[in-house]
């Protein structure tokens, strides 16, 4: 069984550019949650997508979209970059299922830095 | 979602017992209380979750107090790999799936 992938590792860009984020669900997994991780801060939830629809957003401007593909990989997209963008961000995969419990498997994120 | 108070951080020698306390004192009847930890340079894992029976599992024991006000986390043997951030999460599933509200946590150094 494959785990949470996410690519790139690390990723620099400039204020004002645009970035796109790549997230690979674990084998079975229908749902996909991005979260954003400040430095020393705990996670914060971005939104959701399940079955390739938008399904929950969190305290996050609409410049942070994404997308979920037929195969349950996801996107990130972030536009307008801000120096506040900075941070590690995780997706987590899980299947949603009448009485699923919150076990939620985390990729290993995906450093961004904006210079 | 209810507020939680986790000490910020605890030492705990090798091979003892580690007790993470977790104050919910706001939590609803139906949340679970649920304990991620992370350990540096890598994404959340799951621990462990609880309604209202204590839980035990591969990685640890969950006690929940009677009046559900707050939780203990406990790792029985800590080894050196156990240094992470620990997370205590209450949550009521349904609509909040897959949406979990993290806190500060608590930093445990696991020390030989």
């Known amino acids: 069984e494959t785990g949470v992938t996410q690519s790139p590792t690390h990723l620099i860009k400039t204020r004002g550019q645009q970035v796109t984020l790549r997230c690979s669900s674990q084998?079975?997994?229908?749902?996909v949650s991005w979260y954003q991780q400040a430095l020393g801060q705990g996670p914060q939830f971005i939104f959701q997508y399940y079955r390739e629809e938008e399904n929950g957003r969190g305290n996050f401007p609409p410049r942070f979209s994404g997308l979920q593909f037929p195969n349950y990989s996801s996107e990130l997209n972030v536009n307008a970059l801000e120096l506040d963008d900075s941070a590690l961000y995780l997706c987590?995969?899980?299947?949603?299922?009448?009485?699923?419990?919150?076990?939620?498997?985390f990729g290993p994120g995906t450093r961004l830095t904006v210079l | 979602d209810a507020k939680t108070t986790q000490p910020t951080s605890m030492d705990c020698a090798e091979g003892r017992a580690a007790n993470l306390p977790c104050n919910h004192s706001?939590?609803?009847?139906?949340?679970?209380v649920y304990w991620y930890r992370q350990i540096h340079s890598q994404g959340p894992q799951y621990i462990i979750h609880?309604?209202?029976n204590n839980e035990t599992n591969e990685m640890a024991s969950l006690i929940i107090t009677e009046d559900r006000k707050s939780s203990t986390l406990i790792l029985p043997h800590a080894t050196l790999r156990d240094t992470a951030v620990y997370y205590c999460?209450?949550?009521?599933?349904?609509?909040?799936?897959?949406?979990?509200?993290f806190g500060q946590g608590t930093i445990l150094t696991v020390h030989p």
């Open positions: 609880g309604l209202k």
């Open positions: 084998s079975g997994h229908n749902t």
């Open positions: 706001t939590i609803s009847g139906n949340e679970y």
């Open positions: 987590a995969s899980s299947t949603r299922q009448r009485s699923s419990y919150n076990e939620q498997f």
């Open positions: 999460i209450p949550d009521g599933g349904g609509t909040s799936y897959g949406k979990l509200t």
